[in-house]
């Protein structure tokens, strides 16, 4: 089970969502994603997507969660994220 928002669990987060147009997030509140359709139309096998998508998220560094229980609500600053029922969050 996984707290809400109110108990950061960034640090730990073993989750991806992949979006119905190919598009790879690595955070529930992502404001971009990676293109993995792109790789697939241009050939790209599974192991050069597998790598890809490893490199993907050895590089991550979304903390949503653990960047905004750091600010105050007032000083937190608005960003724009895709809507987690459109990666299935």
Known sequence: ??????????????????????????????????????LLRNGKSDLEISSIIAQIWRKRDDRYSELRSLQTPDAAPRRKRVEMSYIGG
């Open 1 to 38: 089970m996984i707290s809400s928002v109110t108990q950061s669990f960034c640090h730990e987060c073993t989750r991806a969502r992949l979006s119905t147009e190919g598009v790879l997030y690595n955070c529930l509140f992502a404001s971009q994603g990676h293109d993995l359709r792109d």
